[in-house]
């Protein structure tokens, strides 16, 4: 019911800024929760940030400060800006919607930072 696409992602230098965005097949109004997702090698896929339809958000302790989760009704995108990036913020990013009891997942976008 829910197609996401994510873009944005590429290869930084520590302390740089990327600015993901997650393009979603319906009017994001409709979608009480989205939010984005990281997974690093090896490793299980860990909560970044969500924001709901009223406007609330909520951060991992690791990205408090750093990372701000956003969103534009009007071209039903979510945005993470992420800013002072360090090189164990390196994984691929997926961009996620709670939408009637369901998790919907796009395809992720690399993010990788260099020291």
């Known amino acids: 019911q829910v197609q996401l696409v994510e873009s944005g992602g590429g290869l930084v230098q520590a302390g740089g800024s990327l600015r993901l965005s997650c393009a979603a097949s319906?009017?994001?109004?409709?979608?009480?929760?989205m939010g984005w997702y990281l997974q690093a090698p090896g490793k299980q896929r860990e909560l970044v940030a969500t924001i709901t339809s009223g406007g609330s958000t909520n951060y991992a302790d690791s990205v408090k400060g750093r990372f701000t989760i956003s969103r534009d009704n009007t071209k039903n995108t979510v945005y993470l800006q992420m800013n002072s990036l360090k090189p164990e913020d390196t994984a691929l990013y997926y961009c996620?919607?709670?939408?009637?009891?369901?998790?919907?997942w796009g395809q992720g976008t690399q993010v990788t930072v260099s020291s």
């Open positions: 996620a919607a709670d939408y009637r009891g369901r998790y919907y």
């Open positions: 319906r009017s994001i109004f409709s979608i009480y929760i």
